[in-house]
């Protein structure tokens, strides 16, 4: 019996790369892009608004991984993986340019394990945990929806590292909608069991509808110096999307009816997210000074 | 019921296939035998990989860097991938994945051990990946050649992919050893609890396998259990001293004679229990795949109603779009009719 | 005995085009309620490492195959053309771009 010192060595008896779809490495979304803060903008502002962008990220994500092997359909568990480790790039790509930015030495960890949750500025959408999967998919189609044209916009900011982040993000959250949008029509016209289930999930997250498109005065600075998307002019794209996926699904739309409250855009949290935090940040606190 | 008189032709192809190291597919001839030892093996791989995801998806939530996460990540995602390329292998002989997700639920079909301890520290991932899917990569490059091809194809897949694995677990282990005293601690008393459990996914040893010479002659399986975990040991020994850290075994040394490493005896005692249904975490392991399984039935059920109403429309739509072309046809006929009589009258 | 659970979803088989130029190749099968699914958990599944170009979702009861046991009518005739194959023409090396 022999066996290469590479294992891999002993596998292949023909030159089989053409034949299935992966390759090697990846390109760094980054590659070529200035990093250079344009010169007239308060880097204070620009890395909260990057804080934004990448805690609502950040905390969707963490959302997705806990489904993990708890997903209906084997398949179900590479989608929903899928996504969360779309939205967990994004997330380091705009936690590492708040931090570099900011300049305090902050880097992606130091920002996402040592902060608390006063000081996260993710929307309270995404810290919503889910009761069951139409509670997923509809939370997962209404971020989809608004994240989109965010982020379709955002690819004209004048912060170069923005801008590619965008692009790269509109690409992924295309998916992401359309992943949803099926789900919430499939279980919407299915068996009258889904379809009150999911009459029900849209009901429960709509109040956490209105703050997505409340200007927060970072986004309106901002996007008054070409830099940010201003979110209140993303409604009606929502809308639209909304209204098609809820036809379909022979779901109608809810009354709006915004929950009331301070914003997370000012770290304002429920304790959904002190729970995150506390699953999230414990072993990273647990041993400061750990290289892992 | 083969006929003991001369073989078929059927069974001569599929001897000869065998015989010349080629591949079976599923449309050829085969022994009942094969066809079931076959979606069995297929079967209780595909098991392992899925409940495989449960001890390195817990730390996914909690990983300590953001990078660390997102390899966790994809590792788990990748193994719910091996699960279905392998449960698709298993239907090509006529398997269905539904059924044998119920005979893993009811214990009527196994999955691999291993996954039945805890996993209570980081350091636990990185173990697993060297070790575990290190054991797993030395079972599965032999599989690669495999006489069943479309189980022979997937395992060149996963194999690739599982490369990946065995290195995130392994840097990740070499990188806690440049760390604190703690994590290099917690390296060690990992490795400790990991080191016998991974000899022990290579199977009993020969003499105890009863089913292995079948499956040897039948070229489902290309080596011994003893072949592989000796091969496991004499690959992770040097691995283990790169690393800074001592295997659990005061047994094992360097045998120049047989240019291997002798190593200790197995508590063959703890293998059978765990294989049993006695392991720390089995009946969990299980509970939790059926809770998710009877908690996505509702979701199968929904999409299953939603594609058969789609259909349903689809067909309808067919059927009044033929009806109408019919019709238009109908009534454009009387209309040439009269034409083709009023020329007749003209003429006559 | 207990019944045999079978699964709600039909089985689909997956081709994929790795790169432009290459052909669709099959890859396996997967689980899906529809076409829509099937074309997103292909995707998923199989093109995870690269982006490939285009995929191919098809219901396994609509792929029709031909039998182990004509193998010899179906295929034997192309096995003895061979002056279909490069090699088969014998071309000395002095001979280039050949």
Redesign the interface.
Known sequence: MSFDDDAYGALTDHDDDARWAYGTGFADPLAGVPTAVPGDLDRACLAAYCLMLGDDALVMSHRLQQWVTRAPELEDELAIANIGLDLLGQARLLLGRAGEVEGAGRDEDALAYLRDAGEFRNVRLAERGDADFAHLVARLLVFSCWRLPLLDRLTASRDPVLAAIGAKGVKEVTYHREYAAQWVVRLGDGTDDSHRRMRAAIDAVWPAVGELFETHQVEARLAAAGVAVDPALLRPEFDEAMSQVLAAATLSKPMDATEAGPSGRDGAHGPELGEILAEMQELARAMPGGVW | MSDLAAPSAGERVFAETIAKDQRVEPRDWMPDGYRKTMIRQIAQHAHSEIIGMQPEGAWITRAPTLRRKAILLAKVQDEAGHGLYLYSAAETLGADRGDLTRRLIEGRQKYSSIFNYPTPTFADVGVIGWLVDGAAICNQVPLCRSSFGPYARAMIRICKEESFHQRQGYELLMTMMRGTPEQRAMVQEATNRWWWPSLMMFGPPDADSPNSAQSMAWKIKRHSNDELRQRFVDMSVPQAEALGVTLPDPELRWNAERGQHDFGEIDWVEFKKVIAGGGPLNEQRIAHRRRADEEGAWVREAAAAHAAKQAAAAHAAKQAAANQAAANTAAARPAAAERAAGRAEGRA | M?E??????P?FEVF?R??RG?NH?H????????H??AL??AR???????E?VSIWVVRSDDVV?S???DKDAFFAPSGDKVYRHPTYYAIPDSVPHI
């Open positions: 207990s045999e659970i079978r699964h709600e979803w089985l994929v790795a790169k290459l190749v890859v396996g099968s997967l689980r899906a309620a529809d829509e699914m997103h958990h998923d599944l199989y093109t995870r490492r690269n490939g195959s039998g182990p046991a």
